[in-house]
């Protein structure tokens, strides 16, 4: 009874909001770096190639320590394990910010991802366990804030800190914002009763299942973030690493479903809700994180944006946020967890489509800013309620590996999806390259008169013959140009039937609210 009636002694808001700053500082760090990548790789004399380990290293480290939360709590407690993640995380970022050269970075960034890696699972858990059930929705959606907005507003912030000061920027103000979140955390985050660590438990970790777990991790997110620029599986680096992630799955799920003390609790996905949830989260995760990266890239590389201007298209999306997210932490607490999903993954089919019929390379600013906006409204409604459903019907202390998983399972999402519609744009404008290039030919009279139009007006001052081999290259750049814009149409178009499809998975949710309470013993 004593574990029922624990509240924590301060009021459960400023908890909420002080794990929430250590999140969002984490969250943030994932995708700030991202625009910095030729400055760092100029500055450090490394090719744009072996920059891009810079973001890799964080990532692998980072999906390796994300599902280990709940084994870590057991051998420090939660609320040391949260601060032990924060004073890595702060340390890290200070030698990021100071490393002499690009091996020395990729070893801090190693070190940073590891220490944020049990950032975001372990504020997700505290909030979770600080408020009532009933009030959860309400509270997640301040971590919604921090898992939607991070992102976008991370382009933006990196890409005018570089411009403006130096790369090394983009680490060191990690610094005062650990050490505000590092005192906060000491004086306002307790553990409550059933959380306690135990010294002795360091010595039953599960080193095989650690080891599975960090080759898998290992093999996807290399397999995933080189895939592009190594051609895919006519690369024989590339079949090795996805030939890690698919041993070390397939043993990680083996062995930790016999393991006596398993690193990862796998034995959680025999409930339905919670199975389904992780599912949807996956692609939850995959959808924010594509469409973060899809836009700005579409505008840059089409629309000439540089990337603070590119940036500042996501601000919109970003500011809806500030309001959706309340209103959907309102209604998750109220309505049944299916109706907000199935509800919120119509809208992300309607706002796919509409952007894959709107995307052109006349659309303006405040069109771009537009598109945005519809892409992350009901992000907050699937989210807050697949978080809230998730620990429907699981006990308190299942709530680390429950906030682990789901956490574990949005990121790898993400990096899945990124790199599939990253692949999938370069395809379908290879195709559309393909189509087009066949009414290039002086059979085709559209082409003819387009040719000798251009041709004369250039012509004009450069000669004759110089002025039809300039339009025939013109005509092509735009053929190109056009290819492309097609090519990301087709992937909003994937986007948005691959979501219409999760509308009837919502459905096999458990009928109970968010907010309603969990029995006991469900899980041992």
Not at 186 to 197: A, E, M, N, Q, T
Not at 203 to 230: R, S
Request: a positive charge; hydrophobic letters at 50%.
């Amino acid at each position: 009874m004593a574990n029922e009636q624990w509240k924590p002694r301060v009021n459960p808001w400023l908890i909420a909001g002080t794990v929430a700053l250590a999140a969002f500082m984490e969250v943030l760090d994932t995708s700030i770096a991202n625009v910095a990548l030729p400055h760092i790789s100029g500055s450090l004399a490394a090719s744009q190639d072996q920059g891009t380990w810079v973001l890799t290293s964080y990532l692998v480290s980072n999906a390796i320590v994300l599902p280990l939360g709940g084994w870590a709590s057991s051998v420090f407690g939660r609320k040391n394990f949260f601060l032990l993640c924060i004073t890595i995380f702060t340390i890290a970022s200070f030698l990021c910010g100071i490393a002499p050269s690009l091996p020395l970075l990729l070893l801090f960034r190693i070190l940073q991802g590891a220490g944020g890696g049990g950032l975001q699972p372990m504020a997700q858990a505290i909030m979770a366990d600080s408020f009532d059930p009933k009030q959860r929705g309400t509270a997640f959606s301040l971590y919604a804030l921090v898992a939607v907005l991070a992102p976008s507003i991370g382009p933006t912030l990196g890409g005018w800190i570089t411009d403006n000061y130096s790369w090394r920027w983009i680490f060191y103000i990690n610094i005062p914002v650990g050490i505000l979140a590092f005192v906060l955390v000491s004086r306002l985050v307790d553990d409550p009763p059933w959380i306690k660590g135990d010294r002795k438990n360091l010595l039953k970790v599960d080193y095989i299942g650690l080891a599975f777990l960090t080759i898998a991790m290992a093999g996807l997110q290399i397999a995933l973030d080189k895939g592009e620029e190594n051609d895919w599986f006519s690369s024989n680096f590339i079949r090795t690493f996805a030939a890690m992630f698919v041993f070390g799955m397939i043993a990680l799920i083996w062995w930790e479903l016999r393991a006596k003390n398993p690193i990862m609790n796998l034995r959680l996905f025999r409930f339905r809700n919670f199975s389904i949830c992780c599912f949807l989260m996956l692609l939850v995760g995959g959808i924010l994180n594509a469409g973060t990266v899809l836009q700005p890239q579409f505008t840059q590389q089409l629309l000439g944006y540089d990337a603070t201007t590119a940036g500042l298209a996501l601000t919109a999306g970003g500011c809806v946020l500030l309001v959706c997210a309340p209103i959907a932490g309102i209604l998750s607490d109220k309505l049944p967890a299916r109706t907000l999903v199935a509800c919120a993954f119509v809208f992300f089919s309607c706002a796919y489509w509409y952007v894959s019929n709107h995307i052109t390379l006349g659309i303006s600013f405040g069109q771009n800013s537009f598109l945005r906006v519809i892409q992350v409204m009901p992000i907050p409604f699937c989210f807050i309620a697949i978080t809230n459903a998730a620990y429907v019907g699981l006990p308190r202390e299942a709530s680390n590996q429950v906030s682990g998983l789901i956490n574990f399972a949005r990121n790898i999402g993400g990096s899945i999806l990124i790199s599939l519609s990253g692949a999938q744009v370069t395809n379908r404008t290879l195709f559309h390259e393909a189509r087009l290039q066949n009414y290039m030919n002086y059979a085709n009279d559209q082409f003819n008169q387009s040719v000798q139009q251009i041709g004369r007006f250039i012509g004009s001052t450069a000669g004759q013959a110089q002025g039809q081999y300039a339009a025939q290259a013109n005509i092509y750049q735009q053929l190109n140009q056009q290819a492309a814009v097609m090519g990301y149409a087709d992937v909003y178009r994937m986007l948005a039937w691959m979501t219409a499809g999760m509308f009837f998975l919502a459905f096999l949710l458990s009928k109970p609210k968010g907010g309603e309470k969990a029995p006991e013993g469900a899980v041992h």
